[in-house]
């Protein structure tokens, strides 16, 4: 179970940090003070929830914190590919914090359901703090889409490119079938994934933002519903596109782009340059 256990908060503590950094980036950048400031705090929470997850996997191995999440080498890194993309321009970051929040809410909602009481209870303590980054993500998308013509557009465009790759934050994490069996994941990804590509769709159609999501939704609903084990297996030896993986899987075995590559290299700088810090 230990395997399983590690690789879960592994996978979901990467994704935090990941997304947590690209998230920060905005800090001193962002169209206005308030979304300055916004952008800083959510960014502050995400690597905050990093932390706390790569704690319980400290207590598990006893290992150390602040080695897992700053003193691996890229490929170690378990997080989905969408977090790693650089931030582009405003559309497409609320675009990405519009999906990944509404994915992150699905998963947090199974994880207070884990049979494993560290998870459970910490789960709670971070829905409870995600409730607010998903609001603000909310309150922007509707104010995009609603709003003038032209950064409406940015946003369907910015919609189009980050939706397919937002999938893979429900590629089935390394061990998932033990995880699942043990009750530490109530419910698989393929099933969240279901749930929301159809929440995803719906929303947007209701916005009134028609983008490529429309016509990919059922066909991206049918193949997670429907992944088998081979398949996931197969992900991890040859080129996603040659087994009929969809856009965005990968990340969670280890295959990352060169945006990672540049982005870890920042990211874990000051670590590397003066070992055993404390983060």
């Known amino acids: 179970m230990n395997d399983a256990l590690v690789s879960l908060l592994t996978g979901l503590g990467d994704d935090e940090l990941v997304l947590g950094h690209r998230h920060s980036e905005w800090t001193g950048y962002a169209p206005h003070i308030e979304e300055d400031v916004a952008f800083s705090s959510i960014a502050q929470d995400e690597i905050g929830h990093a932390a706390a997850y790569y704690s319980l996997v400290a207590e598990v191995t006893g290992g150390n914190a602040d080695a897992l999440a700053l003193g691996r080498p890229a490929d170690d890194y378990r997080h989905a590919l969408l977090c790693e993309r650089p931030n582009g321009d405003w559309a497409f970051t609320l675009a990405r914090h519009w999906l990944y929040d509404h994915a992150d809410a699905l998963r947090l909602e199974t994880l207070e359901e884990s049979s494993h009481e560290g998870i459970a209870a910490l789960a709670r303590k971070i829905r409870r703090e995600e409730r607010y980054h998903l609001i603000h993500a909310d309150t922007w998308i509707k104010r995009v889409a609603h709003g003038p013509a032209e950064g409406r557009s940015k946003l369907i465009d910015a919609m189009a490119r980050a939706w397919p790759e937002a999938r893979g934050l429900f590629e089935p994490f390394d061990g998932e079938e033990e995880a699942v069996y043990e009750g530490l994941l109530a419910t698989p990804s393929a099933k969240l994934a279901t749930r929301w590509i159809k929440h995803t769709a719906e929303t947007l159609d209701e916005l009134g933002l028609p983008t490529e999501i429309h016509g990919r939704a059922d066909e991206s609903a049918e193949f997670v519903a429907s992944s ?52």
Do not use: C, K, N
Request: hydrophobic share 25%; net charge negative; glycine share 18%.
């Open 228 to 279: 088998s084990g081979d398949l996931i297996e197969d992900t991890t030896r040859g080129a996603v596109e040659e087994t009929g993986a969809p856009d965005g899987f990968g990340g969670r075995r280890g295959r990352h782009s060169d945006d990672f590559t540049e982005l870890w290299d920042v990211m874990t700088g000051q670590y590397r340059a003066h070992p055993g810090a404390t983060w």
